[in-house]
């Protein structure tokens, strides 16, 4: 079957790095996709990576591995603004699948 | 640019009625999507159109959910009757094209949400 892992929360301190890991298992891979989705809010696009490595956007860095069937977002210095949950997307052939996001906790 | 447009923002009835959600996506996107999204959890798309073809409604509940999008532009999707584990907030969003094989698939820009409450 199709499924995508996260972890369900995380907590880190401003200013620190942290790292959340998306693993999945698809019958097609097309990319893979990180939104970030502030409280009441719609997700919003944070990147995409479709070849492995690492792909670096300001403070947010998104790593894949498909050989693993994983990858992992990397937030630097963390801002308050930055808690939000995180949700990891994969396009198979057909589809975009939805993982249940991790929902990431900053404290002062 | 205007983003997506939804409407309502909020919606409340009761067990039974119907209700129906309006989309209007972002000038040019061809392609859009309906989701349903429950507390902690990530969206579950529920149909999606190319222009005003519905292409992938295989997890719309067709029993009491329809939708339609006359001319491929706005959108509409109805409950009808809403039951109470109906409660979520339904999502609209739209993107670019979406080519089945294609590699660089386009993400997808998102509306606020409706926030259905049924009593």
């Known amino acids: 079957g199709q499924n995508i892992d996260q972890p369900t929360e995380m907590t880190a301190t401003e200013g620190a790095i942290v790292q959340i890991n998306c693993t999945y298992q698809?019958?097609?891979?097309?990319?893979l996709f990180w939104y970030q989705q502030h409280a009441g809010e719609a997700p919003t696009f944070l990147s995409y990576?479709?070849l492995d490595g690492l792909e670096e956007k300001g403070r947010f860095s998104s790593f894949l591995s498909r050989s693993k069937g994983y990858s992992y977002l990397l937030l630097k210095e963390l801002q308050m603004k930055d808690s939000a949950s995180y949700l990891c997307?994969?396009?198979?052939?057909?589809?975009?699948?939805w993982g249940a996001g991790t929902k990431l906790i900053i404290k002062p | 640019e205007a983003g997506v447009v939804q409407s309502p923002r909020y919606k409340i009835i009761e067990k039974k009625q119907p209700v129906a959600f309006w989309c209007n996506p972002i000038?040019?996107?061809?392609?859009l999507y309906w989701y349903r999204q429950n507390l902690g959890q990530g969206p579950e798309l529920l149909i999606r159109?190319?222009?005003?073809?519905?292409?992938?409604d295989s997890q719309l509940p067709k029993d009491r959910f329809s939708a339609e999008r006359l001319k491929g532009v706005d959108s509409t999707l109805k409950i009808q009757p809403a039951e109470l584990g109906d409660s979520a907030v339904y999502l609209c969003?739209?993107?670019?094209?979406?080519?089945?094989?294609?590699?660089?698939?386009?993400?997808?820009?998102f509306g606020p949400g409706t926030r259905l409450t049924v009593t």
């Open positions: 698809t019958s097609g891979f097309n990319g």
């Open positions: 159109y190319e222009n005003e073809e519905a292409v992938d």
């Open positions: 997307a994969v396009k198979d052939n057909y589809q975009l699948i």
């Open positions: 000038s040019g996107h061809n392609t």
């Open positions: 969003a739209s993107s670019h094209g979406w080519l089945a094989g294609i590699s660089r698939p386009y993400e997808q820009y």
């Open positions: 990576n479709v």
